[in-house]
C-alpha cells in the first residue's frame, strides 16, 4: 500500500476537514460518496495506489460530516453548496492553478455543482452518477432523511435498511448528517455547459441509482462513457473503476 498523509485544514467557517494525500506530480482531487469516506472510497480499495503509480498526486478530501472532518451540529455550518464551498476552498488552500477533478456518486453532484459555478480542472470524473439522478437530489435527499429518521426502528426488509446498515458500520453522526442532507438541492442543468473539459462518466454495469450514466454522458459533448462492472455499492469496489480513472487521467 502506497503510504496514506492525513492533513487537516479550517474551512473558513472555523470548522476543520481533513484530506488525505498520495504520490507526487500533477494533482487530482477524488471527492468520496454519501456516507462513505476517502479510505472507503478510494483508499482501501486500491484506486488511489493505482492512480498514484501514474505519477499524479491524489488528494481526497473527507466531505464535512464524514470520516475525520468535522461534524458540527449547528444549522449555520450547513449553508446551501456547502461542499462546494469547501472544495472550492480545499483548492486556494493548496494554491492549486492546474488541477483535475472528480467524485463518485455525491462527490459527483459535489463536482457538477462546483465546476458549473466556477471551478476548472482541466479533466474531470464523474463516477455513479446519471442525468436524472442529478436533476432530482431531492428524491434521493427525501429517501436518505427517512432512512435516518428510522434508524433504531425500520426492520430488515425495509427500502432504508440496507443505507441505515452502511450508515451504522460507517459510524455516521446522524444530526450532522440530516443538516447535511438539508443542504443538497437539486442539480441545476446549466451547470452541465460549464463541462466543456474532458469528462469521464463511469458507472457499474448494474447500477441506476442516480439515473443512467449514459444518458449522462450523451448530456456532455465533451463525455466519454466507460461502463465498469457492479452495483452501485460494488462498483467502486472494483479494481476496473479505479484503472478506468487512471487510464483517463493519463491519457493524452
Request: charged fraction near 20%.
Amino acid at each position: 500500500m502506497t503510504d496514506i498523509a492525513t492533513h487537516r485544514w479550517a474551512a473558513s467557517d472555523g470548522v476543520e476537514l481533513a484530506f488525505h494525500e498520495t504520490g507526487a506530480g500533477r494533482a487530482v482531487i477524488l471527492l468520496h460518496g454519501l456516507f462513505s469516506d476517502a479510505n472507503m472510497n478510494w483508499i482501501k480499495f486500491g484506486h488511489a495506489e493505482r492512480i498514484a503509480a501514474q505519477g499524479l498526486r491524489v488528494i481526497m478530501p473527507d466531505l464535512r460530516a464524514h470520516g475525520s472532518s468535522g461534524r458540527p451540529h449547528g444549522a449555520e455550518h450547513y449553508p446551501r453548496g456547502v461542499l462546494a464551498r469547501d472544495l472550492r476552498e480545499l483548492v486556494a488552500h493548496l494554491d492549486l492553478a492546474d488541477f483535475d477533478l472528480g467524485g463518485f456518486s455525491l462527490g459527483a453532484r459535489t463536482t457538477v455543482e462546483a465546476v458549473g459555478e466556477g471551478l476548472k480542472p482541466s479533466k474531470a470524473i464523474l463516477g455513479g452518477a446519471g442525468l436524472e439522478g442529478l436533476r432530482n437530489w431531492q428524491r434521493r435527499k427525501t429517501f436518505f432523511l427517512e432512512a435516518i429518521a428510522g434508524f433504531d426502528t425500520l426492520p430488515r426488509g425495509d427500502p432504508h435498511w440496507l443505507s441505515i446498515q452502511f450508515m451504522k458500520s460507517q459510524k455516521i453522526d446522524r444530526t450532522a448528517a440530516a443538516l447535511l442532507l438539508e443542504s443538497f438541492e437539486d442539480a441545476f442543468e446549466g451547470w452541465l455547459s460549464a463541462f466543456t473539459m474532458p469528462i469521464l462518466v463511469v458507472c457499474g454495469s448494474e447500477d441506476d441509482d442516480n439515473g443512467s450514466a449514459e444518458e449522462l454522458a450523451v448530456a456532455i459533448p465533451s463525455a466519454v462513457f466507460v461502463e465498469v462492472p457492479g452495483t452501485h455499492m460494488s462498483s467502486v469496489t472494483k479494481p476496473e473503476f479505479g484503472q478506468a480513472i487512471a487510464d483517463f487521467l493519463t491519457e493524452g
